[in-house]
């Protein structure tokens, strides 16, 4: 019976918590829509002066374009460098409690 009692406070408090994490995000989005039409009139208003100001900026040369890929490529690289050895030494800190973990159950078995 207090098992059963249990499953049922569990199952409710799923219920409400699903429940209150679907509103709240149904009500952001509310936000958020209301926000993006109150923003579309200062975005046109902003266009067209943006428009004008485009006409006085010069274009950029290709060569600058060509210099921002490679520091992106430079950047992606260190990225994924980080990502190599932080992803390793996870592993290997991991594998050594594990290992630990086993030998004390190998002591008590």
Known sequence: M?????????LLLAVFF???????MNSTNNNLQA???SNKVEQLETTA??????EKVEV?????VKEDVMDMENNIQLTQNTASFLETS???FFELVVGILYQ??????
């Open 49 to 54: 002066s943006l428009e004008k100001h485009m």
């Open 35 to 37: 926000n993006n039409n």
């Open 60 to 64: 950029e040369t290709p060569q600058t």
């Open 90 to 92: 996870v592993q290997g």
């Open 18 to 24: 699903l429940s209150g994490t679907l509103y709240g």
């Open 104 to 109: 004390i159950a190998e002591i008590f078995f």
């Open 2 to 10: 207090k098992m059963i009692r249990s499953v049922v406070i569990l």
